[in-house]
């Protein structure tokens, strides 16, 4: 702190400022105001002084709990930045993020629900198998029954690949 308690004012005079009422402290300045009572009397008020506190260190009621890593004193660095002293000696494998699986879900369950409306209504949409083909029935059969169980094996990986990162980051921010 720059300036110590002792230092700063603990009174202000609303009219003068603050020399005032430095000069009588005993008495203070006293601001002389007329106002109108309940049976319509003019009777005299003081206006207060305004008396300024400041807060301390010590004068904290119950401490809240700091981490460790935020004490002035302390090495340890903030969970966010960890793993920026770490290098990088072992491989670490590539995993796939969730969202990657989530567009393939979603791209392989529009294929699967698509390959029953074609079937259902014998007109071929992109002209590649007409519908008096023999493979017509098979390729539409093979999207449609293995498309629906891909998809949601698909979705349930990415749930799985969210929730591991989710707990990755929270390892690393200390909660876990």
Known sequence: MAASLTSLPTTLCLSH???CCKRS????HSLAVKRRNVMGHYERNTVRRLVVTAATKGSRKSKESQPS???PDSDE???WAREEGRSSTSQES???PFYVYLLASA?????AIGSVFEYSSK??????LDSDSIFYTPVLGFFAFTGIPTSIFLWLKSVEAANKEAAEQDKRDGYR
């Open 123 to 128: 007109n071929p949409v992109f002209g590649v």
């Open 17 to 19: 400022g603050d020399e």
């Open 107 to 111: 791209i392989t369950a529009i294929a």
């Open 94 to 96: 590539f995993e796939v």
């Open 77 to 79: 660095p903030p969970p």
């Open 25 to 28: 402290p005993t008495l203070g």
């Open 69 to 71: 890593w935020a004490n």
